[in-house]
């Protein structure tokens, strides 16, 4: 395919927009409640930010740097920049995890139309904590999952298939300042609560105690998990970013958004959580179990149920469209497919494994665990190391400072996290965590 016929985001705005619609999603929302609730609260919100920062932001600009200056997908960009060596395959493990992490986050994709549906029948209305939890377990024993599960694929397929600037960053741009909107409201509404003090303690309060490696880990695996890095989504959304733009910029801005939605979601849940004195370690039920008893014990319940429901919504399809896009861009640049059939096979491919995911818990646990934990990590690690020892410094230069208009200041900063400390610390931290090394 011809470089100046790729499709392309049309305004900077579009592309912070994108981006930060793959990144914020239910990473932020669902994920980093439960899991940060799960692994001890403040120690793990810290581990996290140094993550964020120090690996994170290396990460996304190696990424955005490789998709833009080879234009192409996943795998083709390694293909381009770095001939006949084994470096594509890479891109093609971030293909396979693409299937994997659409398969489960799709399926609470789904949960979420469903608790959509139950917040406009008001129906949790009435119902005690118990119940409500009870519903949830028995919603996921029934067929509903997969139903919403399909309707979520095909909405997904409907954005994607009308290519990247009518179709990903026309939702997006209007999509996103909305939730963050809506997210601002509920904040607000749970830090108001009587007793919200200690959820705000919980989650600010680092107790070093409570770490241990594989809090570490599960530290690293979200923050990647969080920012879609670590499997090519960004190579592939960084091959429509168009020359003129800021790459150091757009991975800055985008790392901040996302960090101030999942601390936001924090700041939403946890508080509420403490004031009516439901555990915080409720596992991936903590927003579908526990969340609908404190809407209905608040003025105005049912309206921010809705709402937040829908915010859920609208935040995960922003960010399955940027994982399906990478199996899209993939099979039609590589296999040579049409724009159309390569989304129908990716969506229809990624359904067979979703319907595992949705009636077996253990299939769920293990796409979600393996794809964020291990998956993302390790391709993360051989995504600086590309960078930092491959690439070399010229090229990434020549790409960061936009042929030398842009002064990139921080690049030598950023290329001294990219050769050594974003590595030994994803080395480290990935075989302290499964378990290989100890310190
Ligand atoms: N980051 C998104 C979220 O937090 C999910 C996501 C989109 C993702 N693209 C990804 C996760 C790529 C890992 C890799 O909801």
């Given at each position: 395919?011809?470089i100046?016929?790729?499709?392309?985001?049309?305004?900077?705005?579009?592309?912070?927009?994108?981006?930060?619609?793959?990144?914020?999603?239910?990473?932020?929302?669902?994920?980093?409640?439960?899991?940060?609730?799960?692994?001890?609260?403040?120690?793990?919100?810290?581990?996290?930010?140094?993550?964020?920062?120090?690996?994170?932001?290396?990460?996304?600009?190696?990424?955005?740097t490789i998709g833009r200056s080879a234009q192409r997908n996943a795998?083709g960009s390694f293909i381009k920049l770095a001939?006949?060596?084994?470096?594509?395959?890479?891109?093609?493990?971030?293909?396979?995890?693409?299937?994997?992490?659409?398969?489960?986050?799709?399926?609470?994709?789904?949960?979420?139309?469903?608790?959509?549906?139950?917040?406009?029948?008001?129906?949790?209305?009435?119902?005690?904590?118990?119940?409500?939890?009870?519903?949830?377990?028995?919603?996921?024993?029934?067929?509903?999952?997969?139903?919403?599960?399909?309707?979520?694929?095909?909405?997904?397929?409907?954005?994607?298939?009308?290519?990247?600037?009518?179709?990903?960053?026309?939702?997006?741009?209007?999509?996103?300042?909305?939730?963050?909107?809506?997210?601002?409201?509920?904040?607000?509404?749970?830090?108001?609560?009587?007793?919200?003090?200690?959820?705000?303690?919980?989650?600010?309060?680092?107790?070093?105690?409570?770490?241990?490696?594989?809090?570490?880990?599960?530290?690293?695996?979200?923050?990647?998990?969080?920012?879609?890095?670590?499997?090519?989504?960004?190579i592939?959304?960084g091959s429509?970013?168009?020359?003129?733009?800021?790459?150091?910029?757009?991975?800055?801005?985008?790392?901040?958004?996302?960090?101030?939605?999942?601390?936001?979601?924090?700041?939403?849940?946890?508080?509420?959580?403490?004031?009516?004195?439901?555990?915080?370690?409720?596992?991936?039920?903590?927003?579908?179990?526990?969340?609908?008893?404190?809407?209905?014990?608040?003025?105005?319940?049912?309206?921010?149920?809705?709402?937040?429901?829908?915010?859920?919504?609208?935040?995960?399809?922003?960010?399955?469209?940027?994982?399906?896009?990478?199996?899209?861009?993939?099979?039609?640049?590589?296999?040579?497919?049409?724009?159309?059939?390569?989304?129908?096979?990716?969506?229809?491919?990624?359904?067979?494994?979703?319907?595992?995911?949705?009636?077996?818990?253990?299939?769920?646990?293990?796409?979600?665990?393996?794809?964020?934990?291990?998956?993302?990590?390790?391709?993360?690690?051989?995504?600086?190391?590309?960078?930092?020892?491959?690439?070399?410094?010229?090229?990434?230069?020549?790409?960061?400072?936009?042929?030398?208009?842009?002064?990139?200041?921080?690049?030598?900063?950023?290329?001294?996290?990219?050769?050594?400390?974003?590595?030994?610390?994803?080395?480290?931290?990935?075989?302290?965590?499964?378990?290989?090394?100890?310190?």
């Amino acid at each position: 395919m011809d470089i100046n016929q790729r499709d392309s985001f049309g305004s900077k705005f579009g592309v912070i927009a994108a981006a930060a619609g793959s990144a914020i999603g239910l990473g932020n929302i669902w994920r980093f409640p439960y899991i940060l609730g799960e692994n001890g609260g403040g120690a793990f919100l810290l581990v996290y930010l140094l993550f964020v920062v120090g690996i994170g932001i290396p990460v996304m600009l190696s990424e955005f740097t490789i998709g833009r200056s080879a234009q192409r997908n996943a795998v083709g960009s390694f293909i381009k920049l770095a001939p006949g060596k084994p470096w594509y395959l890479v891109g093609v493990m971030g293909v396979g995890a693409a299937f994997m992490i659409l398969a489960f986050y799709t399926v609470v994709a789904g949960w979420t139309l469903e608790y959509v549906y139950q917040s406009v029948i008001n129906g949790f209305h009435g119902k005690t904590q118990l119940e409500i939890g009870q519903m949830f377990d028995h919603f996921r024993e029934t067929s509903r999952p997969v139903i919403w599960f399909a309707i979520f694929m095909l909405m997904t397929l409907g954005i994607v298939i009308a290519g990247v600037k009518n179709g990903i960053e026309k939702y997006t741009k209007i999509l996103m300042p909305i939730l963050l909107l809506i997210l601002i409201i509920i904040s607000i509404r749970s830090i108001t609560l009587p007793g919200s003090s200690q959820g705000l303690k919980f989650l600010f309060y680092p107790d070093f105690s409570k770490i241990t490696p594989k809090v570490i880990l599960e530290a690293l695996g979200q923050a990647f998990f969080s920012l879609s890095i670590g499997m090519g989504t960004l190579i592939t959304y960084g091959s429509y970013i168009q020359k003129k733009e800021d790459l150091m910029n757009t991975a800055v801005s985008v790392t901040m958004a996302d960090t101030l939605i999942a601390v936001l979601a924090g700041v939403a849940i946890f508080p509420a959580v403490f004031a009516f004195g439901i555990p915080p370690a409720a596992e991936e039920g903590l927003v579908y179990k526990t969340l609908p008893v404190i809407f209905q014990q608040m003025p105005g319940g049912y309206l921010f149920s809705l709402l937040f429901f829908v915010l859920l919504a609208v935040a995960a399809v922003t960010s399955t469209i940027s994982v399906l896009e990478v199996i899209v861009a993939y099979f039609s640049e590589e296999l040579n497919m049409s724009r159309k059939a390569a989304t129908w096979l990716g969506t229809i491919s990624v359904g067979v494994l979703g319907i595992f995911a949705s009636y077996s818990g253990k299939v769920f646990d293990v796409l979600n665990f393996t794809s964020a934990n291990i998956l993302l990590p390790v391709g993360g690690l051989f995504i600086v190391l590309f960078i930092g020892w491959y690439f070399g410094r010229k090229r990434t230069f020549a790409e960061i400072s936009n042929e030398g208009v842009l002064k990139a200041r921080l690049f030598n900063v950023y290329l001294f996290l990219v050769r050594f400390i974003a590595p030994i610390a994803i080395a480290l931290v990935f075989l302290n965590g499964i378990g290989l090394i100890k310190f």
